[in-house]
Nanobody, 117 residues
Framework: QVQLVASGGGLVQFGGSLRLSCVATGFTFSRYVMRWYCQAPGKERELVASITGVGSSTIYVDSMKGRFTISRDNAKNTVYLQMNSLKSEDTAVYFC??????????WGQGTQVTVSS
């Protein structure tokens, strides 16, 4: 059974840091590009960062570049999102996503990040 379980969200002060984790089960993790998305209240879900199967290449949305770092540990079937210098506009539910070359797509349940000013 495929599962993506995200954790690590919470309430943090402006300028603080959080580290999100997403543990995957039920599929060959290293064959999937892993992505983090965020969805703020009343807004569409948008891509935050992406990392290739072996971790050799990453992509970030401009607004998070330099503050967020995506990484993965294929031995632990886990993808991470290190979030630094958090801003109020980073408040959202963060979802992890797995996608392969056949466009098979899996989603996690999301973890809430709230940044207080």
């Amino acid at each position: 059974q495929v599962q993506l379980v995200a954790s690590g969200g919470g309430l943090v002060q402006f300028g603080g840091s959080l580290r999100l984790s997403c543990v995957a089960t039920g599929f060959t993790f290293s064959r999937y590009v892993m992505r983090w998305y965020c969805q703020a209240p009343g807004k569409e879900r948008e891509l935050v960062a992406s990392i290739t199967g072996v971790g050799s290449s990453t992509i970030y949305v401009d607004s998070m570049k330099g503050r967020f770092t995506i990484s993965r540990d294929n031995a632990k079937n886990t993808v991470y999102l290190q979030m630094n210098s958090l801003k109020s506009e980073d408040t959202a539910v963060y979802f992890c996503n797995a996608v392969n070359t056949f466009q098979t797509n899996y989603w996690g349940q999301g973890t809430q990040v709230t940044v207080s000013s």
